[in-house]
């Protein structure tokens, strides 16, 4: 396993700028999760996929937020009009099966100035 | 609706102390248990994880739980903490039924003092 891998690892914007990021599974993961953690607190779910589909998105903390994962293999998270309040570690979770462990990846640091 | 709570936010201990987190859940259903670990500057990474079976759970590092279901408590111990010790460790809850997602708990900072 060559691990979760999330790019960028850093991502500085304005406010009002849309921002992706990539997330790249642990290959033949079938199950692909996003999760938001803010400074001092747990990571808290954000959205997850089967293969392609989206199987859970009513966490997704508004409709500026979306995701998606178009071929089965790395996913997506984009925020559009971003605010201040977005800035946050954004991460990346895979696991084979339904109750197999999660793996995360390293992260994607969001700030907003 | 899931949710954890780990009681001590930062605890400050001496090399070779014994060590325990508390880690409380409410869900009324069957779920399944983690504890996380964030060294400084490395992502999560599971520490150990309880499904069924045995609740006392073994994990790397010589760290264990012991899943209390009538407690709802999942608490983490280690006999005798080191130096590399020093991290932040997650609890975590999913089930079956809310398709996998985990809920984590707020974290506890540990510091051990060589």
């Known amino acids: 396993d060559t691990g979760v891998s999330q790019n960028p690892r850093h991502k500085i914007t304005k406010r009002g700028q849309n921002v992706t990021f990539r997330c790249d599974p642990i290959?033949?993961?079938?199950?692909l999760y996003w999760y938001r953690q803010t400074l001092g607190q747990g990571p808290e779910f954000l959205t997850y996929f089967q293969n392609e589909a989206q199987l859970e998105k009513s966490r997704l903390l508004s409709d500026r937020f979306s995701a998606e994962r178009p071929k089965g293999s790395f996913s997506t998270l984009e925020i559009q009009r971003t605010e201040q309040g977005d800035s946050a570690m954004y991460l990346c979770?895979?696991?084979?099966?339904?109750?197999?462990?999660?793996?995360f990846g390293p992260g994607t640091r969001l700030t907003v100035l | 609706a899931q949710s954890v709570s780990q009681h001590n936010h930062h605890v400050i201990l001496s090399e070779a102390a014994s060590l325990e987190l508390g880690c409380n859940y409410s869900y009324g259903g069957t779920v399944n248990l983690f504890w996380y670990v964030q060294y400084p500057g490395q992502h999560l990474q599971l520490l150990l994880k309880y499904f069924s079976g045995d609740p006392l759970v073994k994990g790397i590092k010589g760290f264990e739980a012991e899943f209390i279901k009538s407690k709802f408590s999942f608490n983490l111990r280690k006999p005798s903490v080191q130096w590399s010790d020093t991290a932040e460790y997650f609890c975590a809850v999913n089930s079956n039924n809310a398709g996998n997602m985990l809920t984590f708990g707020g974290g506890t900072r540990l510091m051990v003092k060589p």
């Open positions: 979770a895979s696991s084979r099966q339904l109750t197999d462990t999660q793996y």
């Open positions: 290959s033949e993961h079938n199950r």
